[in-house]
């Protein structure tokens, strides 16, 4: 949610930059206090930014490893695995500082400067009460829940048209790879049940 905040400050930024060509809202040591203390607000959400910069390609990367672990022969597929989580580790754990420090330095000449330019006092000051308001805290608080249940909702309700579609583009990209059919190569792989002896003939 604080990462949405974060987003949505800049792009109301940008937007009122694109449409509006008065001149800037004029600065004041009092804006300046103000923009500051909103930075203050906003840093769990640049740091949340940051995370995400290190960790998704991270994240993506580990999955990758996962697909390709499939061809390590599978007395060294564990450890093989491990290995590679110890890295991803290391890098996210090294990473991650540098890159938040970063962050928080350069988020106020940038999201600071352009709310700073676009906004007048009175409007940072309506910004400021309602990111301390009780309100919405207590709608970040119920916000992971009720995305919850929606996604869980929509995965419900959408999977009879998904799934098949899915299946079909599966299937398409198995035979642009020359792949067999995901049945045919488990039931290729699957041991056959034995055919029961036939019975001697009664003489």
Known sequence: M????VTALLASAA???AQNTAAPASSSPAKKE??????VLQQPGIENVARGLVEQPAAAMIQAA?????QVPADKR???GKSIEADVKKYVEETNPMVRERAIKLAPSTIGAALEDKLTEDELKQLIAWLE???RKKYEQIVPEVQKNFTEKLVAESRPSVEPK???LEAKVRASLGVPPAAAASGASAPKAATPAKKPASK
């Open 2 to 5: 604080k990462k949405f905040v």
């Open 15 to 17: 937007i009122a930059h």
């Open 34 to 39: 103000l923009i500051q203390k909103l930075m």
């Open 66 to 70: 996962g697909r390709a672990l499939q």
């Open 78 to 80: 564990e450890a093989t």
């Open 133 to 135: 308001s009780p309100v």
């Open 166 to 168: 899915l299946q079909a």
